[in-house]
């Protein structure tokens, strides 16, 4: 199930917010720094590009953050283990939310930009967040 309500959209069956921090999501994916992409909360998880977490900290993220390399596939429970979220149930094992990969790619519209790849045994969702071509000297790719 997907869900959007202004920027961004949450992965229900994954707990993963893009661009937003819904109150359920074990994980937001900020795509870049500009101030209508970066999460209310100011300590929520985040996965994101190495440049776009130096801006953040410079705008005052206090949280934790894990990045992300371009190109990478990362697994989904590999980023919840890094940030100490449980995904099964306490008690049956049963799992709260799905697996998948997430892998970045730049996006061109400003230094540390990123779209994400969410793929799971159920298909792909490409999300690009704002995005620019050409690129420029500016940024990645």
């Not at 994980?27 to 440049?51: E, K, M, T």
């Not at 400003?110 to 994400?116: F, K, Q």
Request: net charge negative.
């Amino acid at each position: 199930m997907i869900s959007s309500g202004g920027h961004g959209i949450f992965l229900k069956d994954f707990r993963v917010s893009l661009d937003n921090s819904h109150p359920e999501a074990d994980v937001v994916f900020v795509s870049h720094a500009h101030a209508d992409h970066l999460p209310r909360n100011r300590s929520c998880a985040v996965v994101c590009s190495a440049p776009t977490l130096a801006f953040m900290r410079k705008r005052g993220y206090k949280g934790d953050a894990l990045v992300l390399d371009w190109q990478t596939p990362t697994s989904l429970n590999t980023i919840r283990e890094h940030f100490g979220v449980s995904y099964t149930r306490k008690g049956s094992g049963d799992s709260v939310s799905r697996e998948a990969t997430l892998t970045l790619y730049p996006a061109g519209h400003i230094l540390g930009s990123a779209m994400i790849l969410v793929e799971s045994e159920d298909g792909s969702l490409l999300y690009t967040g704002d995005v620019k071509t050409p690129a420029s000297p500016a940024t990645e790719g």
